[in-house]
């Protein structure tokens, strides 16, 4: 909101509108939802036409380059991380000077470090807690969410796979918005799940939040994965549950991971 200055958009409008106008943020919400949900759709049955799937027992064998390209492709790349880096580099080199109150003065001291420390209090164990439930719930519902869109595709598994990119593709501003509106009173207002203001939502919300991250991880590992491993396996006399849990999970196990990091 401040970084942008005059440049407003959609999560600037919503957040103006929520603490001025209730009907108003809802419909800009859901304005973002369709446009975002649009884009997403239309990127999904591009991939899906364009998809491919490799044999893992014969990986793509790595070719080598010349050394003024592998420079230039180095130089690159650490020169985007760097400066996607830099403004975290500034914080805590600020971090470290000394203050006076609220004014930064000459020289360099740890104090802030015990100030902050000292407030955190509960905020700490709270902050390890909720995000570890979370990522527990992301893991396993992520798993069997991309097991289904990429291995039982009908109409039923293609709109869980899009609903679940819904948290993904519009602003944080909509889903904080939705969960208050949604729990703050219950259900449709019936009092039922009043849970705004506990760890519940909290740990509901960041589940819903970081989801499509694994999801969409374990996807495109799952479809470089052979329908015909799988295939083998149960004609040996595998059943399904057991292919899955001691075949096909552990094939996938590198995007689950790399998901379940970014989550």
């Known amino acids: 909101m401040l970084i942008g200055e005059g440049y407003r958009t959609f999560p600037v409008l919503i957040y103006t509108q929520f603490i001025s106008?209730?009907?108003?943020?809802?419909?800009?919400?859901?304005?973002?939802?369709i446009i975002a949900l649009a884009i997403f759709l239309i990127q999904k049955h591009i991939a899906n036409r364009y998809s491919f799937s490799m044999n893992l027992l014969h990986p793509i064998e790595p070719k080598k380059t010349t050394k003024g390209k592998m420079a230039a492709i180095y130089a690159t790349v650490y020169g985007i991380i760097f400066i996607s880096v830099l403004p975290q580099i500034y914080l805590i080199y600020t971090s470290f000077l000394k203050t006076s109150g609220m004014v930064s003065v000459k020289g360099y001291s740890p104090n802030s470090y015990k100030v902050a420390f000292h407030r955190m209090g509960s905020a700490i164990f709270n902050t390890i807690r909720i995000p570890l439930i979370a990522l527990v719930l992301v893991v396993l519902f992520a798993t069997f969410i991309s097991y289904l869109a990429v291995r039982k595709r009908n109409l039923f598994t293609n709109l869980i796979d899009s609903l679940?990119?819904?948290?993904?593709?519009?602003?944080g501003t909509v889903l904080g918005i939705a969960f208050i509106s949604s729990f703050n009173t219950g259900l449709f207002g019936s009092g039922f799940l009043m849970i705004t203001g506990t760890a519940f939502i909290l740990i509901m919300s960041l589940s819903a939040r970081r989801l499509p991250y694994t999801i969409r991880s374990s996807v495109a590992s799952l479809q470089q994965i052979a329908p015909s491993i799988e295939e083998a396996a149960e004609s040996l006399g595998s059943s399904r549950l057991n292919t899955f849990a001691k075949i096909t999970t552990p094939m996938m196990l590198s995007g689950i991971i790399s998901g379940a990091i970014l989550s």
């Open 164 to 171: 679940s990119m819904v948290p993904y593709i519009v602003p």
């Open 21 to 33: 106008e209730v009907g108003g943020n809802s419909a800009f919400a859901i304005m973002a939802i």
